[in-house]
């Protein structure tokens, strides 16, 4: 049975698709394998890394730590306080999109580990913009996570699945 050029042609369609709209994210785990922990050095884990609209930042961390606040200033951000925040992340894994270009503020709520340099401002620039989309996947080392959620995306599972499919069914068709 051969898949006619339709058939052929959809597939493609696909898988261009889900290609752009991956390509066009990446994926943070801030502080990398440690996640937002007081041990992480989240200085030297964010130098070189570059943050456009359409990424994501996730963070992992323990409620017993502290929560993540998302503060409104530099100045808030330097005195560590969170009396006011725009955000407090409560649950452990949160997904941060990255939906416009400029700098945010996240620290602790626990003062002490803010102080300690649990804190991280994100500079955030506009899209690429090349014309030939490239997949741009960041990779922490391999950890055992501590539960069953998985830190890659919806778009990230479906771009896989959709290529993983395009491969398979190409090669039976021919």
């Not at 626990?110 to 899209?127: A, R, W, Y």
């Not at 501590?146 to 890659?152: A, C, L, T, V």
Request: aromatic share 12%; charged share 20%.
């Amino acid at each position: 049975m051969r898949m006619g050029k339709s058939g052929i042609f959809f597939n493609v369609v696909l898988v261009v698709m889900f290609l752009g709209a991956a390509a066009a994210e990446v994926h943070h785990v801030i502080g990398g394998d440690r996640g937002w922990d007081p041990t992480s050095d989240l200085v030297s884990w964010s130098s070189g890394r570059v943050f456009r609209v359409g990424d994501q930042i996730w963070f992992t961390y323990s409620v017993a730590e502290g929560l993540v606040a998302e503060l409104k200033s530099k100045e808030e951000y330097e005195a560590c306080d969170v009396r006011n925040p725009i955000k407090m992340y409560t649950e452990g894994l949160h997904t941060v999109p990255l939906e416009r270009e400029g700098i945010r503020y996240f620290v602790s709520s626990d003062t002490k580990n803010c102080k300690n340099g649990l804190k991280l401002h994100v500079q955030v620039l506009p899209k690429e913009t090349n014309s030939s989309p490239t997949l741009k996947l960041e990779a922490p080392a391999p950890t055992t996570p501590s539960s069953g959620s998985s830190r890659f995306g919806y778009n990230t599972l479906l771009m896989l699945t959709v290529m993983f499919y395009f491969i398979i069914g190409h090669a039976y068709y021919i």
